[in-house]
């Protein structure tokens, strides 16, 4: 129900019963926060968006207190004003003083607000917190020193990933977020996704740097170092730098690259292609074999799903498609495949893969990814992790030429870019099976996605006179959900289900640029799609760089390695 309340002296409209935070900042009224997230419950644990309302005695917690008509609210009163400062300071209190080498200095929520805060100096003195930071993981690592109790984190890993791989525990002033047993996140249930790190405000997360290594490689003249570029992660880019898809990013990435020591840069497009014809072709001998019970063929490309399905859900293992990720697939082909026509030796040739996933890093750490000591993929960047090597080397994109990138993994099809989003692989997929399975028909592709995202994400595909269904999911909860559903209802009709398990897929990935709320993960959607009109071909079986592999090397799973060696 439509209402007005007055603001600082001004009259604005609002909901009635919507909480006070929200018709605020509708309004522009800037109310700073650490523990809010939007779609979720409020929580008021962090206090900063106190606001004095006429009538109440005590500040009110604005995230938590709902919309009343004909209240009057001050959001900048000087008691305000003296209480959130007054918070910021006990906040810093007990804070470790090394924002000169933190990782997180200059996108510090804690900082930020100190500076706007005014805080000038401590005021309030407390011990340090003494808890030795957690770096047992492959790809998440953990600072308990720097961690505000927002609960950001204890939450995302709750309620959107299911996982509840870190808690609180203890009481009152020794409350502390741990993983089960205070024991290492590495023997713990995390799945690597990384979410974790996106929602945490300082940097009590953050993920296992690569830098350091690939840095070596590079100053290493025994090894010719070979980026790798995820479509995902050039959306990543063109979006943060604030340019379009005709500007050319992975050119200008290219040029970059190369100026600070890189051997060869490839596009990881070819390899998403292969993958998605992989994955097509797995479907289309699924739906061959009649005399199997029919369970639906579950995507493989992102680890964080496989990991949390080795977990908790060991019985849907056998469904997972047997195909490498792109990036998996590119660092074979790199080794073998083109060592061998270069006359390199693949131990001598240090591969970097780009892109937007965190749990990338965990993935190049599994046994079946490396191959008589050598790993398929030497070292994993996140985005975050680029912009850091390219200031490193005074690197500035916008100022950059372009290069294009070495052959023959130069181009990519649309359905490269497909996989940098939530729904867009189920789409690249159902194209291919449909290459596969028309035939002679003269029949077109369809592939309806629904106009609302609030409604189930899936869709029917007609081949032929066979309907084959295809859905799409991004979090664990979605996928648990989803997949719960379809078992008590006894359906299907539905063969392929894309899992991602971040919210909008790739593009809400772990290791994008640190952001907060939701909505940058729709930009980089939209820019994968703007993209996708670049590319010089629709469907993966197009590039012909990855049609010609796949001629001469046909289905193999997660056999690449072996089968590309014979």
Request: positive net charge; charged residues 25%.
């Amino acid at each position: 129900m439509e209402c007005k309340i007055e603001v600082n002296n001004k009259m604005i409209p609002a909901r009635e019963g919507e909480s006070l935070l929200e018709a605020l900042r509708e309004h522009g009224f800037k109310i700073p926060t650490l523990c809010h997230m939007n779609r979720f419950s409020p929580t008021g644990a962090c206090r900063l968006c106190v606001v004095e309302v006429e009538g109440m005695k005590d500040l009110v917690t604005s995230c938590s207190y709902p919309v009343k008509d004909g209240m009057k609210v001050k959001t900048n009163s000087q008691r305000v004003i003296k209480a959130r400062k007054s918070l910021v300071e006990l906040l810093l209190s007990n804070h470790p003083d090394d924002c000169l080498y933190c990782q997180r200095n200059g996108h510090c929520e804690l900082q930020w607000l100190a500076g706007e805060m005014n805080v000038k100096e401590r005021k309030y003195f407390a011990g340090k917190l003494t808890d030795n930071p957690d770096y047992s993981s492959t790809s998440v690592a953990r600072d308990p020193a720097k961690c505000v109790l927002c609960s950001r984190c204890v939450r995302i890993c709750e309620e959107v990933q299911r996982v509840t791989a870190i808690d609180f525990i203890s009481r009152g002033n020794e409350t502390k977020v741990n993983s089960a047993f205070r024991k290492g996140l590495n023997v713990s249930s995390c799945i690597q996704c990384g979410q974790c790190i996106q929602v945490c405000p300082t940097a009590a997360l953050l993920d296992i740097s690569h830098l350091e290594k690939v840095q070596a490689a590079l100053g290493n003249h025994k090894k010719q170092v070979m980026f790798v570029i995820s479509p995902s992660a050039i959306a990543s880019v063109t979006e943060l730098m604030g340019f379009k898809a005709k500007d050319k990013v992975l050119e200008r990435l290219t040029a970059a690259l190369k100026r600070l020591g890189a051997g060869k840069v490839f596009n990881m497009g070819t390899a998403a292609d292969i993958h998605v014809m992989e994955e097509a072709g797995q479907l289309a001998e699924m739906l061959k074999n009649k005399d199997k019970e029919h369970q639906p063929l579950m995507s493989s490309c992102c680890p964080s799903w496989v990991r949390y399905v080795s977990v908790f859900r060991p019985k849907v293992l056998p469904h997972l498609a047997s195909v490498k990720s792109p990036g998996h697939i590119a660092g074979s082909l790199l080794k073998t495949d083109y060592a061998r026509e270069h006359g390199i030796a693949g131990e001598n040739i240090y591969t970097v893969s780009i892109t937007p996933c965190v749990a990338k890093k965990y993935e190049a750490s599994w046994e079946k990814n490396t191959h008589q000591g050598v790993s398929e993929v030497d070292a994993v960047l996140t985005v975050r992790e680029l912009f850091r090597l390219l200031r490193s080397f005074g690197l500035n994109l916008a100022q950059m030429e372009e290069e294009a990138p070495d052959s023959p993994y130069q181009q990519s099809s649309a359905a490269a870019y497909k996989l940098g989003y939530s729904g867009g692989k189920a789409e690249a997929v159902a194209r291919e099976l449909f290459r596969i399975m028309k035939g002679n028909s003269k029949e077109k592709f369809r592939f309806l996605q629904p106009k609302s995202m609030a409604g189930k994400r899936e869709t029917q595909v007609t081949i032929g006179k066979k309907q084959v269904g295809f859905a799409w999911v991004s979090s664990i909860a979605e996928a648990e959900d989803y997949l719960d559903a379809l078992r008590e209802e006894g359906r299907d009709d539905i063969h392929y289900i894309e899992v991602m398990a971040c919210l909008g897929g790739c593009a809400g990935g772990g290791g994008q640029p640190i952001s907060r709320g939701f909505d940058k993960p729709k930009a980089r959607k939209k820019l994968c799609g703007d993209m996708e009109k670049t590319a010089t071909w629709q469907s993966a079986s197009e590039n012909t760089v990855a049609a010609d592999f796949f001629a001469r090397i046909p289905f193999r799973g997660n056999k690449l390695w072996e089968q590309a060696n014979k």
